[in-house]
């Protein structure tokens, strides 16, 4: 067990809806990125936030928002759904930056129909 | 952009067999990190490097900063170990998430 929680494990939904992924990190752990895991496109760096600030951005698409709350939990909302969507979405914790230890969450399968 | 290349992409050995991993990186980078994914899906972080070598239990990761190049090494190898072995690297730019590779699916048969 990492200590990195994400909800729902799994998510059905269909094209052109919202949904939104939710990540609490490890205690104690400042930083937490998104990853998207496709079947084509692999394991992806989507975004990063440190201290609920946004820090980096990768190949996150316009569509697709995060943000980091006060009490360090984060969500990854999803918008205008496509079926290339489906994925699996990791979140990661870190200390501070990439440059520590990443610990992953479980991750959230989800499936636009 | 950093391009992480491992090889093989898939690996099928006999119980006991030592195995080797290979990455290689194409830009300068701060950090290189070992993961592995169960066909669960979910992902442990095993090394993280920056020089020189780890070890834990009976695997061991090595990095050649100088050659872009690392190897992650499984001694007496064990079904338990079949995985995907993932190689990422953080290059310390203004992006500041993993750059992975596509992975290396590993089978070790009884």
């Known amino acids: 067990d990492s200590g990195v929680t994400q909800t729902p494990k799994h998510l059905i939904t269909a094209t052109g809806q919202r949904v939104t992924l939710r990540c609490s990190p490890r205690?104690?752990?400042?930083?937490v990125y998104w990853y998207q895991q496709s079947l084509d496109q692999g394991l992806q760096f989507l975004i990063q936030?440190?201290?609920?600030?946004?820090?980096a951005k990768g190949n996150i698409l316009e569509r697709f928002s995060a943000q980091q709350f006060p009490d360090l939990h984060s969500e990854l909302n999803l918008s205008s759904l496509e079926l290339g969507d489906s994925a699996l979405y990791f979140c990661?914790?870190?200390?501070?930056?990439?440059?520590?230890?990443?610990?992953f969450g479980p991750g959230t399968r989800l499936t636009v129909l | 952009k950093n391009e992480v290349e491992q090889s093989p992409q898939n690996l099928t050995a006999q119980e006991g067999e030592f195995i080797t991993i290979n990455c290689s990186y194409s830009v300068g980078i701060s950090a290189l990190h070992w993961l592995q994914q169960h066909p669960g899906g979910g992902i442990v972080s095993l090394f993280m490097l920056s020089s020189g070598k780890k070890k834990h239990g009976r695997l061991i990761a090595t990095i050649n900063i100088q050659e872009k190049h690392s190897s992650l090494h499984i001694t007496a190898s064990h079904p338990r170990d079949s995985a995907v072995y993932i190689c990422a690297v953080h290059s310390g730019g203004g992006a500041d998430g993993l750059t992975f590779g596509k992975g290396t699916h590993l089978i070790i048969q009884p």
């Open positions: 205690s104690g752990d400042l930083s």
């Open positions: 936030y440190y201290n609920g600030e946004e820090r």
């Open positions: 990661a914790s870190t200390l501070a930056g990439a440059v520590d230890t990443q610990y």
